[in-house]
T-cell receptor
Framework: DSGVTQTPKHLITATGQRVTLRCSPR?????VYWYQQSLDQGLQFLIQYYNGEERAKGNILERFSAQQFPDLHSELNLSSLELGDSALYFC????????????FGPGTRLTVL | AQSVTQLDSQVPVFEEAPVELRCNYSSSVSVYLFWYVQYPNQGLQLLLK??????LVKGINGFEAEFNKSQTSFHLRKPSVHISDTAEYFC?????????FGPGTSLSVIP
């Protein structure tokens, strides 16, 4: 158990819909990272927040957005969903602002029908 | 631009045999290198990392990796594998503002 929690574990929705994925980092960690893992794209870094501020941006689509709240939990919002958005979405956390040692959550499996 | 290549998508190996999982990277700037393991239906777990210093890095579960700057490689090794090592292994590099993962190598340990 990494100490990072993600909810829900599974999510099934339809094209065009909007969903919110939630992540609670390890106690004391200030950074939260979001990743998408799919068979065709592999593991892709989406975005990082550090202590409430956006720190780094990866291959995140404009239909996707994230935020980190004062209690340091984070939410990833996915809108206008397409079939190709079906994937595993991981959250990770670390104590510092870089990418040096991240602790990954168990993931949320999103299925878009 | 940076990239990570894992030359073998699947590696079958018999239990108690040695294994090497290969990773090559490309970058024009200094990077840090990592190996992560993903067990079925779980998130990734850090095995080991190279930030600086000794080029031979030891990690958890008996794994080690050697950083070779001239060959731009960071191969992962274990002298004797166990059934429990069956998993997906990812090599990754980071810069100050990004992380790039390789496509992964599926290690299957055969009893």
């Amino acid at each position: 158990d990494s100490g990072v929690t993600q909810t829900p574990k599974h999510l099934i929705t339809a094209t065009g819909q909007r969903v919110t994925l939630r992540c609670s980092p390890r106690s004391g960690d200030l950074s939260v990272y979001w990743y998408q893992q799919s068979l065709d794209q592999g593991l892709q870094f989406l975005i990082q927040y550090y202590n409430g501020e956006e720190r780094a941006k990866g291959n995140i689509l404009e239909r996707f957005s994230a935020q980190q709240f004062p209690d340091l939990h984070s939410e990833l919002n996915l809108s206008s969903l397409e079939l190709g958005d079906s994937a595993l979405y991981f959250c990770a956390s670390s104590v510092a602002g870089g990418f040096n040692e991240q602790f990954f959550g168990p993931g949320t499996r999103l299925t878009v029908l | 631009a940076q990239s990570v290549t894992q030359l073998d998508s699947q590696v079958p190996v018999f239990e108690e045999a040695p294994v090497e999982l290969r990773c090559n990277y490309s970058s024009s700037v200094s990077v840090y290198l990592f190996w992560y393991v993903q067990y079925p239906n779980q998130g990734l777990q850090l095995l080991l990392k190279y930030l600086s210093g000794s080029t031979l890095v030891k990690g958890i579960n008996g794994f080690e990796a050697e950083f070779n700057k001239s060959q731009t490689s960071f191969h992962l090794r274990k002298p004797s594998v166990h059934i429990s090592d069956t998993a997906e292994y990812f090599c990754a590099l980071t810069t100050y503002d990004k992380v790039i993962f390789g496509p992964g190598t599926s290690l299957s340990v055969i009893p």
